[in-house]
């Protein structure tokens, strides 16, 4: 890795498979697959809907997985919590692209963009949630300090999850119950959607991962930074007072 | 002055207190739990048709938002004005609707209509279409099927 740039073999790799499964999901999703018999064309939408749902999903897992080890290392070192962190900022962004594209199928298929059902209320609750969570990373004090403050929000927030889940079995929801992750194992989808729908889900994960490593090394460098702008500081305030003391 | 930076001292870390942790995580726990078990009947979002003035927060005096199936042959639209019979459970309830209701909305299929009863009919101000979790292509074969097992 060189400086000014955050990319490797590796990431390349993912890059560019995630640029190949999305062209054939784009193409499958929009060319080849068929309209649904109720819904037509706007089953369309849920081939990134449901991915993005379920990868920031994992996101927020991530971070939290990444926020246990921050904390059970004592923050010793801070690459979990810069993991947690890029998971997190990920994670927000796919969670705000299921509420815009479940908006758009809503008002096609519901005939409204929103509702407050359990569904979607405890979805905008999570998304809610992980902007608080990003904005306390935010708070500008010592990264360790940091570390600490936002590894208990991660850790908490994550049981928000089983609940945004499940609220569609839990209470009675507008919104349907889940046709592939759902409580008696059955898949509601034909053929080719599921399949569509898997790469979909593949596509994604990656763009994930592509995202974290990136966004993880940035963060990576921005802290270097921080510290060789100290070191800088500290070298011109020596030189400051030996002039001084020579004067 | 000097800024050169210190060691670190090797003295031990004051002990991490798990009690608050394991308190926070109790207490987000039981409230979900709460949400969960004991509000369930404010948070459902509609009351089936089978419900309206037996179950308790589906009173027929108040704003009601009340799911059901679509009756086959019951959808009349005349002069902007919708009406058609929703049941559940084999208790029906007619409904009456100014506008057209939007979505997918169409005869068999579960909507859930916001409103009050009104002399034993639901006027209603918005219907939502409620769609299942069954995704099928659409072709001939299963349309065809689909006719001859309507509502079935």
């Given at each position: 890795?060189?400086?000014?740039?955050?990319?490797?073999?590796?990431?390349?790799?993912?890059?560019?498979?995630?640029?190949?499964i999305t062209g054939w999901v784009v193409v499958s999703a929009f060319f080849i697959t068929p309209a649904d018999s109720v819904q037509g064309d706007s089953v369309r939408i849920m081939y990134a809907h449901v991915p993005?749902?379920?990868?920031?999903?994992?996101?927020?897992?991530?971070?939290?997985?990444?926020?246990?080890?921050?904390?059970?290392?004592?923050?010793?070192?801070?690459?979990?919590?810069?993991?947690?962190?890029?998971?997190?900022?990920?994670?927000?962004?796919?969670?705000?692209?299921?509420?815009?594209t479940?908006?758009?199928w809503?008002?096609l298929t519901?005939?409204?963009?929103?509702?407050?059902?359990?569904?979607?209320?405890?979805?905008?609750?999570?998304?809610?949630?992980?902007?608080?969570?990003?904005?306390?990373?935010?708070?500008?004090?010592?990264?360790?300090?940091?570390?600490?403050?936002?590894?208990?929000?991660?850790?908490?927030?994550?049981?928000?999850?089983?609940?945004?889940?499940?609220?569609?079995?839990?209470?009675?929801?507008?919104?349907?119950?889940?046709s592939v992750?759902?409580?008696?194992?059955?898949v509601r989808l034909d053929g080719l959607m599921l399949f569509t729908l898997f790469s979909g889900v593949v596509a994604f994960?990656?763009?994930?991962?592509?995202?974290?490593?990136?966004?993880?090394?940035?963060?990576?460098?921005?802290?270097?930074?921080?510290?060789?702008?100290?070191?800088?500081?500290?070298?011109?305030?020596?030189?400051?007072?030996?002039?001084?003391?020579?004067? | 002055?000097?800024?050169?930076?210190?060691?670190?001292?090797?003295?031990?870390?004051?002990?991490?207190?798990?009690?608050?942790?394991?308190?926070?995580?109790?207490?987000?726990?039981?409230?979900?739990?709460?949400?969960?078990?004991?509000?369930?009947?404010?948070?459902?979002?509609?009351?089936?048709?089978?419900?309206?003035?037996?179950?308790?927060?589906?009173?027929?005096?108040?704003?009601?938002?009340?799911?059901?199936?679509?009756?086959?042959?019951?959808?009349?639209?005349?002069?902007?004005?919708?009406?058609?019979?929703?049941?559940?459970?084999?208790?029906?309830?007619?409904?009456?609707?100014?506008?057209?209701?939007?979505?997918?909305?169409?005869?068999?299929?579960?909507?859930?209509?916001?409103?009050?009863?009104?002399?034993?009919?639901?006027?209603?101000?918005?219907?939502?279409?409620?769609h299942?979790n069954e995704y099928k292509a659409e072709n001939a074969d299963r349309?065809?099927?689909?006719?001859?097992?309507?509502?079935?």
């Open positions: 890795m060189t400086v000014g740039s955050t990319g490797t073999p590796t990431t390349r790799v993912i890059g560019a498979l995630a640029l190949l993005t749902a379920w990868i920031a999903y994992l996101a927020f897992v991530t971070t939290a997985i990444a926020s246990g080890f921050s904390v059970a290392r004592r923050h010793r070192t801070l690459g979990f919590d810069r993991v947690a962190g890029a998971s997190a900022e990920v994670g927000v962004l796919f969670m705000a692209m299921t509420l815009i479940g908006s758009l809503g008002r519901w005939g409204t963009f929103w509702q407050w059902d359990p569904r979607l209320t405890t979805t905008l609750f999570l998304f809610v949630t992980y902007v608080g969570y990003l904005a306390v990373r935010r708070i500008d004090t010592d990264p360790r300090q940091r570390a600490s403050r936002s590894s208990v929000i991660a850790l908490l927030a994550v049981l928000e999850i089983p609940l945004v889940h499940f609220s569609v079995v839990l209470w009675r929801s507008l919104h349907q119950e889940a992750l759902n409580t008696d194992g059955d994960t990656l763009i994930f991962a592509w995202l974290v490593i990136h966004r993880q090394r940035l963060t990576t460098l921005s802290d270097l930074e921080r510290v060789v702008g100290l070191d800088a500081a500290i070298t011109a305030r020596r030189a400051e007072n030996s002039a001084g003391v020579t004067a | 002055m000097d800024l050169t930076p210190r060691e670190v001292s090797e003295a031990p870390r004051p002990r991490r207190r798990i009690l608050p942790a394991v308190v926070a995580v109790l207490a987000a726990v039981g409230g979900l739990a709460v949400v969960a078990v004991f509000l369930t009947s404010s948070i459902d979002y509609y009351c089936n048709v089978d419900e309206v003035g037996v179950r308790d927060g589906c009173a027929d005096d108040q704003r009601l938002r009340v799911q059901g199936n679509v009756d086959e042959g019951s959808l009349q639209s005349r002069a902007g004005q919708t009406s058609f019979v929703m049941s559940f459970n084999g208790v029906s309830l007619p409904v009456d609707y100014e506008g057209e209701p939007g979505g997918v909305f169409q005869e068999c299929i579960p909507v859930v209509a916001h409103g009050r009863v009104v002399d034993g009919i639901l006027v209603a101000t918005r219907i939502e279409v409620k299942s349309l065809d099927q689909a006719e001859k097992s309507a509502c079935s």
